[in-house]
C-alpha cells in the first residue's frame, strides 16, 4: 500500500507532497485544482511498461487522435507545458521509497539498426554492414529504488511509438484506473467476473450491485460472437446485459471488479459520484471500504461533490474509520498542498459545518 507520495513538474504541480495516505482516500478539491492530474501521476507510476503510457492519458479525457510529433504528445504532462523540464514521481510503500524520473531526449540512439525497406519487387529487406543507428526522440525514464536503478525510452517516429527497456522489471503492484467518463469494455468486465466466478467470490459482487438495484438474483458472462458482457437476472423474462440497467450498477459493477481483481494494489477512480444517485452512496462507499479491506486492495477517488463526501464520511463510521482519509487540494501561487483529514478530523469539520471541499 502506498503510505507516500511526492510529485515534481507533473502537469498542474511544481511540486505535491502527500506523507499520509490510508487504505481508502478521498480527494477534494476546486475545479482545475489537479485531482485528475494526482490520479493520473500515480497511474503512469505504475504503467511503466506500456509504449502508450503517456497517450493513453489523453484517451481517457476524450482526445482521439494526436499528431505523431514529440512536443503534441508530451508537452501536456509537462509543467506548463515546459518539455525541457524534468518530472519526478516518487512513492513510499512503508520504509522503502521508489522514485521515477522523466526528461526529454531530442538525440535519443536506440539499440536497433532499421533495415531498408524491401523493394516493390518483393526482395529481402537489405541491411547495410556499416549502417548506425538513427537519432530518434525520446521521454528517458529512469526508476531508482535503494541505489537499484532501471531505465526505459519512450520513443516515438515515423514508425509510431516505441518502448527500449534497459535493467528493469514491471512493478509487483498493479493499479487500475476508473476515469470520469469511462465505460468499461464488455470483454474486460466479463474477463474479470468470470475469474471470480471460478473461485467461487461471485457472491460479493452480487451483494455489492444490490445496493442500488435490489431485484438482481443473479449475474453470469454472457458470451456472444467475439463480444463477452456481464448478464443480470432482475425477474424479467430473460437477463439482461448490465449496462441496460443504468450507468449506476454498470459503474458499480467496473469499480467492484476492480478492487477484486488488483488484489494487493490500487484502484484510482476519477469523480466517484458520477451515475451515483446521493441516497445510495452511503452504503456504496461502506461497500468499498469493506472490499478494499478483504481484498487488500487501495482506493483512491476524486470527488466534486459535498454529498459525495458526507456520504463516505457516514459510511466509513465504525470499525472502518480508520481506514479513511479525505485530502483537500488546495494551491497557493505555483505551489499545490494537500489539507489530510483523517476521519476524527473530518467528523469534526463536518459536525461543525467547516467547508472542506
Given at each position: ?188 468486465d466479463a474477463e474479470r467476473y468470470g475469474k471470480l466466478d471460478v473461485a467461487g467470490e461471485e457472491n460479493d459482487i452480487l451483494e455489492f450491485l444490490r445496493i442500488i438495484e435490489p431485484n438482481l438474483k ?53 469523480e466517484f459520484e458520477n451515475g451515483l444517485h446521493y441516497s445510495v452512496m452511503q452504503k456504496v462507499w461502506e461497500g468499498i471500504g469493506k472490499a478494499a479491506k478483504k481484498y487488500d486492495c487501495q482506493v483512491i477517488a476524486t470527488t466534486h461533490s459535498y454529498e459525495c463526501l458526507d456520504a463516505a464520511y457516514k459510511g466509513f463510521s465504525g470499525d ?38
Amino acid at each position: 500500500m502506498i503510505t507516500g507520495l511526492d510529485i515534481k513538474g507533473f502537469k498542474k504541480f511544481v511540486h505535491l507532497s502527500i506523507h499520509q495516505l490510508s487504505r481508502v482516500n478521498l480527494v477534494g478539491g476546486r475545479n482545475n485544482i489537479g485531482k485528475t492530474s494526482l490520479l493520473e501521476a500515480i497511474f503512469l507510476f505504475f504503467d511503466r511498461m506500456n509504449p502508450h503510457m503517456v497517450t493513453n492519458q489523453f484517451a481517457r479525457r476524450g482526445v482521439s487522435i494526436l499528431p505523431l510529433e514529440p512536443e503534441t504528445l508530451w508537452s501536456p504532462i509537462f509543467f506548463n507545458y515546459e518539455i525541457k523540464h524534468g518530472i519526478s514521481i516518487s512513492v513510499t510503500y512503508g520504509k522503502i521509497t521508489e522514485t521515477m524520473n522523466i526528461t526529454y531526449n531530442p538525440n535519443y540512439l536506440p539499440a536497433l539498426v532499421r533495415a531498408n525497406k524491401a523493394a516493390a519487387s518483393g526482395r529481402q529487406l537489405q541491411i547495410k554492414t556499416d549502417q548506425k543507428p538513427m537519432p530518434s526522440y525520446a521521454l528517458d525514464i529512469v526508476y531508482k529504488t535503494n541505489g537499484i536503478k532501471g531505465a526505459s525510452h519512450l520513443t516515438v517516429g515515423v514508425e509510431g511509438l516505441g518502448l527500449q527497456v534497459e535493467k528493469m522489471k514491471a512493478t509487483k503492484m498493479q493499479a487500475t484506473i476508473i476515469p470520469s467518463r469511462y465505460i468499461s469494455p464488455p470483454n474486460e468486465d466479463a474477463e474479470r467476473y468470470g475469474k471470480l466466478d471460478v473461485a467461487g467470490e461471485e457472491n460479493d459482487i452480487l451483494e455489492f450491485l444490490r445496493i442500488i438495484e435490489p431485484n438482481l438474483k443473479g449475474l453470469s458472462s454472457v458470451t456472444m460472437g467475439n463480444i463477452s458482457m456481464v448478464h443480470g437476472d432482475i425477474g424479467l423474462q430473460r437477463k439482461i446485459p448490465v449496462p441496460y440497467m443504468g450507468e449506476g450498477v454498470a459503474k458499480l459493477l467496473s469499480i467492484i471488479l476492480a478492487i477484486a481483481n488488483t488484489k494487493g494494489g490500487i484502484v484510482l477512480i476519477d469523480e466517484f459520484e458520477n451515475g451515483l444517485h446521493y441516497s445510495v452512496m452511503q452504503k456504496v462507499w461502506e461497500g468499498i471500504g469493506k472490499a478494499a479491506k478483504k481484498y487488500d486492495c487501495q482506493v483512491i477517488a476524486t470527488t466534486h461533490s459535498y454529498e459525495c463526501l458526507d456520504a463516505a464520511y457516514k459510511g466509513f463510521s465504525g470499525d472502518l474509520a480508520q481506514d479513511f482519509s479525505y485530502l483537500r487540494l488546495d494551491s497557493f501561487g505555483d505551489e499545490t498542498k494537500a489539507k489530510i483529514f483523517d476521519y476524527e478530523m473530518l467528523k469534526v469539520a463536518i459536525e461543525s459545518n467547516m467547508e472542506v471541499r
